[in-house]
């Protein structure tokens, strides 16, 4: 019985080897000297110093004479400064760095939301933590995509998450630019309805918020025919919803449209991850606003806060206008901020937020809903309009590519 043990284990191990021939390979792999790796640091905070936007994964092993990375990017011009760097280590350079997009996409490296309101998240399972939501025409970059099927996209707002399959729909370069080349409705109501006929009494096809794109068919009997991402077809009121070009080329972001947006939130949930009329996050919340007035904010507050023109940070209330961003959180000893919550300023000594829900709270306190909380936790306020710094929306698409 013992020899017969031993002959098993032997059958095991040359099995194992032979199934996995790189393995007793990589057991001889050290990490790279630091000197590598302080490399590879330097490049990771040049290029991608703010993760939520891109991806500069890499590390760095010894094996005899090679220098081997290991790896996934999306910046192909940072890696290949980095591959061009390194020839400086007078090693052989093994690239296993895999450049995204990723090659098992094929040609559909592009998609378009197909349902209202589509969750993004920070790990490819529905459990994983919402980091953001795009709404329904919204064209994502496709990264990568995992065995389960969840796909790794990047939105107009640069912003990198996880996106459950069926919630886009996979296109090809040249079938977005036909799609952009279409005439498109985008919907203007808080919420409504895509029917499946041109009457309200008629089956729903799909829900719809304010914000969501569908192509254009046709107009008839006040109802807008409409093809949705993934070839639905369906009727959506026309005063409810709007030509794109139309919209784009009209709108104008202007201090009472910002306060009038607002508004239309008000009693909203909060959401954290949120960026809809379904339920928003603070940041969620003004990304939402000036998206709908034509303006197209960075999607968190730290990264909010560094657009637009510095206007108060001292609390001197008077220096605000109807639309100024207020920021919240903590000044650290060294004079850096901790940035963790936004809202928008509207008149009269108040700012609407999303806290719990959207509600509206006062700076003042004698006021009912003074927020003493986070008056004392104010940084600064950011004046966003007539500021080059912030993304103006396309006649070509809704969304900038």
Request: net charge positive; glycine share 8%.
């Amino acid at each position: 019985m013992k020899l017969i043990s031993i002959l098993f284990s032997w059958v095991v191990l040359i099995g194992s080897t032979w199934l996995n021939p790189g393995k007793n390979n990589n057991a001889k792999r050290t990490k790279a000297d630091s000197s590598v790796t302080q490399v590879i640091d330097q490049f990771s905070h040049r290029f991608a110093p703010d993760k939520r936007t891109a991806i500069f994964q890499i590390d760095a092993y010894r094996q005899k004479n090679q220098l081997i990375l290991i790896g996934k990017t999306n910046l192909i011009g940072a890696k290949s400064f980095l591959l061009e760097r390194l020839k400086n280590e007078k090693l052989e350079i093994v690239d296993q760095i895999r450049t995204l997009p990723a090659v098992e996409l094929g040609e559909k490296v592009w998609g378009l939301v197909e349902v209202s309101v589509c969750n993004l998240r920070y790990s490819p399972r529905h459990s994983g933590e919402m980091a953001s939501q795009a709404l329904m025409g919204t064209p994502v970059r496709i990264l990568d995509r995992e065995d389960n099927g969840w796909l790794l996209v990047q939105t107009p707002d640069h912003y990198i998450a996880w996106v459950d399959r069926g919630a886009i729909t996979a296109i090809t370069t040249e079938q977005l630019n036909t799609w952009k080349a279409k005439s498109k409705v985008i919907y203007t109501n808080s919420f409504g309805t895509v029917y499946s006929e041109a009457n309200n009494s008629s089956m729903p096809v799909s829900d719809i918020v304010a914000g969501c794109v569908m192509e254009l068919k046709a107009e008839k009997n006040g109802y807008y025919e409409v093809i949705l991402p993934d070839n639905r077809i369906g009727y959506v009121f026309s005063k409810e919803a709007e030509l794109v070009k139309n919209w784009v080329n009209n709108t104008t972001a202007t201090e009472d449209a910002l306060v009038n947006t607002s508004k239309r939130l008000m009693g909203v949930p909060y959401l954290w991850g949120g960026t809809s009329f379904k339920g928003v996050d603070c940041s969620g919340f003004t990304k939402t606003v000036y998206f709908l007035n034509g303006i197209l904010l960075p999607r968190d507050a730290s990264q909010q806060v560094m657009v637009g023109e510095t206007i108060d940070k001292s609390g001197v209330w008077s220096n605000l206008k109807e639309g100024d961003l207020l920021f919240f959180g903590e000044k650290r000893e060294d004079g850096s901020e901790r940035v963790v919550h936004v809202g928008m300023w509207i008149g009269n000594n108040q700012f609407i937020h999303a806290s719990d829900k959207v509600r509206i709270g006062s700076v003042s306190a004698s006021a009912p809903n003074f927020d003493e909380y986070n008056v004392k936790r104010y940084l600064r306020a950011k004046r966003i309009l007539k500021t080059g710094s912030v993304v103006k929306l396309k006649t070509d698409s809704v969304y900038p590519q």
